[in-house]
C-alpha cells in the first residue's frame, strides 16, 4: 500500500511539474490592473550591524498589500503594502516580544501599522528599475527609495489569473524614525531592507 502511494505521489509530481511553465520576464506579459499581495509568498527581512561583529538579521510575518500595475508603462504602477508591526520575527520569542511592546522599539500597541505607499517610480531597464514611496513607521512618515526587479509574470498553483513577482532592497537610518536605541553602543543605524513578493490578480 505505502509503494502504491508513492507510485500515485510521483505521477501527481511529474504532473504539475508538466503543467507548470517558467515565469515570462517580459512586463508587457503580465495582464492590467489590480493585484492582491500573497502572504504566503511574501517576505520582509532586515538586518543591521551588531557592533560590527555580524548583520543581526530577522523578518516581519504579516504582511498585507495591493498593487496596480500597468504592463504598457510599468512607472505608472503603484503599490500600498502595511505590515503588522507587532509580527516582527526574531527566532527568539522573548526578544520579540520586548521590541513588539517598548516604546523604545517598535511600540506596537501605540503604532500598529508599518505602511509603504509609492509615490514615483523610475524605469531603469525592462526588468528593473527604483520604486520611491512614503513609509509610515512609529508615528514618522519618510521617503524611502528601494532598488526593484521584476521577475516575471506566470501561473501560481490555486491561483487562476497571472501572479506577478518581484525583489526589492533598500536601507533606511532607523534613527529617521526616532528609534535610536543602542547607537552609541555600536548597534548599527542603516537597517538593510530585502524584500521578495507575489502578488495575484484579483479576482
Known amino acids: 500500500m505505502k509503494r502504491a502511494s508513492r507510485v500515485l505521489f510521483f505521477v501527481a509530481a511529474l504532473s504539475l511539474s508538466a503543467c507548470a511553465t517558467a515565469p515570462v520576464q517580459a512586463p508587457s506579459a503580465a495582464a492590467p490592473g489590480n493585484y492582491v499581495l500573497d502572504p504566503a509568498h511574501a517576505s520582509v527581512i532586515w538586518s543591521l550591524s551588531h557592533a560590527g561583529l555580524s548583520q543581526y538579521t530577522a523578518r516581519f510575518d504579516d504582511i498585507s498589500g495591493t498593487l496596480n500595475f500597468n504592463p504598457d508603462a510599468p512607472e505608472t504602477s503603484t503599490v500600498d503594502i502595511s505590515i503588522a508591526s507587532d509580527s516582527v520575527s526574531t527566532g527568539l520569542p522573548k526578544f520579540d516580544e520586548t521590541l513588539r511592546s517598548e516604546a523604545k522599539y517598535f511600540n506596537a500597541p501605540a503604532y500598529p501599522q508599518i505602511r509603504f505607499v509609492s509615490t514615483f517610480a523610475q524605469k531603469l531597464t525592462d526588468t528593473t528599475g527604483t520604486v520611491t514611496g512614503d513609509l509610515s ?67
Not at 168 to 179: E, N, Q, V
Open 137 to 203: 513607521f512609529r508615528g514618522v512618515t519618510r521617503p524611502v527609495t528601494l532598488q526593484t526587479t521584476f521577475n516575471g509574470a506566470g501561473k501560481s498553483f490555486g491561483h487562476p489569473g497571472d501572479t506577478l513577482g518581484f525583489s526589492a532592497t533598500g536601507i533606511i537610518k532607523r534613527s529617521d524614525f526616532g528609534m535610536d536605541t543602542l547607537l552609541n553602543f555600536g548597534i548599527g543605524d542603516a537597517v538593510k531592507l530585502r524584500i521578495e513578493a507575489e502578488f495575484n490578480q484579483a479576482q
